[in-house]
Nanobody, 118 residues
Framework: QVQLVESGGGLVQPGGSLRLSCAAS????????MGWYRQAPGKQRELVAA???????NYGDSVKGRFTISRDNAKNTVYLQMNSLKPEDTAVYYC????????????WGQGTQVTVSS
């Protein structure tokens, strides 16, 4: 059974930092492209950052230069380091895993809330 478990969300002041973690189980982690998405109230889910199985990265325009995705295949974990947080970063952040070849193997975590507010 595949599980993605996010952690690290919370309340932070504007300009602050948070690091999200997503621990995967039930998959051969190194075979998966990993991504972080977010969804704010009333808005569509959007890509925040992604790292492929061969370590290529991609970022949403609104987070470039502020957020960094990384993965530790030995720990089956992907991270999202978020710096210089803004109120508009407030959203539920979801972890996503997609097999690099079999794209129908597509899994989501339950989400973790990030709130940026003074």
């Amino acid at each position: 059974q595949v599980q993605l478990v996010e952690s690290g969300g919370g309340l932070v002041q504007p300009g602050g930092s948070l690091r999200l973690s997503c621990a995967a189980s039930g998959v051969i982690f190194s075979f998966y492209d990993m991504g972080w998405y977010r969804q704010a109230p009333g808005k569509q889910r959007e890509l925040v950052a992604a790292e492929t199985s061969d370590s290529s990265t991609n970022y949403g325009d609104s987070v470039k230069g502020r957020f960094t995705i990384s993965r530790d295949n030995a720990k089956n974990t992907v991270y999202l380091q978020m710096n210089s947080l803004k109120p508009e970063d407030t959203a539920v952040y979801y972890c996503n895993a997609v097999h690099y070849r079999s794209r129908q193997r597509n899994y989501w975590g339950q989400g973790t809330q990030v709130t940026v507010s003074s």
